[in-house]
């Protein structure tokens, strides 16, 4: 079964939105088997012209359970401060099995 990644590229807006959002996003991550590999650090283009503000990367045990926490009541819980929090890009891509 391969493992699945949710791959942000984030703008970041209002701080206190943005923790709250921040705190049940994570928390509803973990509760399906989801971990940062990356949460915002530096990024340096190497090549292209995509200049990510932020950049996140959660993995996922598989595709399914990827699907099963962007789907969750829980999550529906953090959307809820999404806009006022941040404007994203957001895509699932499935890893090599």
Do not use: C, K, N
């Amino acid at each position: 079964m391969a493992r699945a990644y949710v791959i942000s590229d984030v703008a970041f807006r209002d701080r206190a939105a943005l923790e709250r959002y921040r705190t049940l996003a994570a928390a509803s991550m973990a509760r399906h088997g989801g971990r940062y590999l990356v949460r915002g650090g530096p990024v340096e283009a190497l090549e292209g012209s995509w200049q990510p503000a932020a950049l996140i990367v959660v993995e996922f045990p598989d595709r399914q359970a990827a699907q099963a926490w962007y789907r969750s009541p829980d999550y529906a819980e953090a959307l809820a401060f999404r806009d006022a929090a941040l404007s994203r890009d957001l895509i699932l891509a499935e890893g090599v099995g």
